[in-house]
């Protein structure tokens, strides 16, 4: 709409210094251009009088009496009005003509060469500052590619093309420009963590397989790499060791600023990775073989323990593969939910006992003996995944007095 306010406002600016001229009366005076003309037929005449007399052929007699006569015929003419009333126009049909013309001329030429969409498109980004900075970076991108194909060995920018799609979420487009930049520049962490990361959303954000190796492999050159611990440590999640997971961020947490967001956000992280999935700990997962099917771990060491014996309901098993994961841990009954104490079995190992102790916290300020009431809990998972899943299997006893020594039965079914 300011568009044809606009254009409106310049057309009226326009008639001001065209129609002014035209509207002004212009009078013809005819009846001044016949006198003007009797006058030269007259000098005319005269001349030729005088040559006549000069050659003898006319005598003073005559030449006088012609003369007077001429004399006569002009002094008639010019007292006589001349018959022609002077024409007064006022240039009306020129102005319905320019009035007219000059609007449906615009009309027709914007119609034909213009784009109103595009300043419909234009009124509306202006109006939103978000949508004409993305036209304008969309723009700027699409340039880009275009010069990309043009120029196929050029590293530096495939990898501001494959930055450019991540930004704007185009991910299989910068899984295809970062394929570039990764097959000119070779193994460098920014590239190969830029590629995994493109490659798991793709994936619907799953790091298994290709993002994984590159992400490990950009782990080995950069150790201290930031962006490979945080992509790492999904990794492993995902895969569900929840130990190396664990270490990982751990690590990143220490080379995060103090108290920054970031740093924040890492130990949220894990703290739900421990409250949600239970993990074997360290000294567990690098006992040998024979020690993780014994029935009771050691616990000489610790002056507080609760026994657990596990077991799955009848027709249970037989769904489950012999190597699938078996969570077993204590929480408190109120405050975190971060495990206590916790081990990890696999289904052949059922049924069997345990006994949870001090020794098996995840951390010394969250261990059993400071609590009296505990919380127990049994999962048995398909996937062995971090994060629990929706046909996981938990059994559960809510409320245990860690003062009481007798043996707690959890009978894992699939009743929830």
Do not use: C
């Not at 000069?54 to 001429?70: C, I, S, V, W």
């Not at 009124?123 to 700027?140: Q, T």
């Not at 060995?153 to 990764?182: C, H, I, P």
């Amino acid at each position: 709409m300011l568009f044809f306010v606009i254009v409106g406002v310049l057309i009226l600016i326009a008639f001001l210094f065209v129609l002014p001229p035209l509207w002004r009366k212009q009078t013809l005076q005819e009846a001044y251009d016949i006198d003007q003309r009797n006058i030269l037929i007259a000098q005319h005449r005269l001349q030729e009088l005088k040559d006549n007399k000069l050659k003898g052929e006319l005598t003073e007699e005559q030449y006088n009496e012609q003369l007077a006569d001429l004399e006569q015929a002009l002094s008639d003419d010019l007292d006589i009005k001349s018959q022609v009333t002077p024409v007064h126009t006022q240039g009306r049909w020129g102005i319905v003509v320019v009035v007219l013309t000059i609007p449906l001329l615009a009309s027709w030429l914007y119609a034909t060469l213009g784009n109103y969409p595009a300043v419909s498109h234009s009124a509306e980004m202006a109006a939103d500052p978000e949508k004409l900075k993305f036209a304008e970076i969309n723009k700027m991108v699409s340039r880009l590619a275009e010069k990309m194909q043009n120029n196929p060995d050029d590293a530096q920018g495939w990898l501001m093309l494959g930055r450019s799609y991540t930004a704007m979420e185009e991910f299989s487009k910068a899984v295809e420009a970062l394929a570039n930049a990764y097959r000119l520049l070779g193994d460098k962490p920014e590239v190969m963590l830029l590629y995994a990361d493109a490659l798991a959303y793709v994936n619907d954000k799953n790091l298994t397989g290709k993002p994984a190796e590159l992400v490990f492999k950009a782990l080995a050159l950069e150790p201290d790499n930031m962006n490979a611990l945080w992509l790492g440590g999904m990794a492993k999640a995902q895969q569900g060791d929840t130990v190396e997971a664990a270490k990982l961020w751990k690590k990143l947490e220490g080379l995060l600023p103090a108290g920054s967001d970031s740093q924040k956000e890492i130990q949220d992280l894990l703290s739900k990775l421990a409250a949600e999935t239970p993990q074997a700990t360290a000294q567990t997962t690098a006992q040998p073989q024979a020690q993780q099917t014994a029935k009771v771990p050691d616990s000489a060491n610790s002056t507080t323990a609760v026994k657990i014996e596990v077991s799955l309901a009848p027709g249970v098993k037989n769904k489950y593969k012999a190597t699938d994961t078996v969570f077993i841990y204590a929480q408190a009954v109120s405050g975190p939910k971060m495990p206590l104490a916790i081990v990890r079995k696999q289904v052949s190992d059922l049924p069997l006992t345990v006994s949870l102790d001090d020794t098996l916290a995840m951390m010394p300020t969250m261990k059993l003996s400071n609590f009296s009431q505990i919380r127990l809990l049994a999962r048995l998972s398909k996937s062995g995944n971090a994060i629990t899943q929706p046909d996981d299997l938990i059994g559960v006893i809510e409320q245990v007095e860690l003062s009481d020594k007798n043996t707690h039965k959890i009978v894992i079914s699939e009743h929830k």
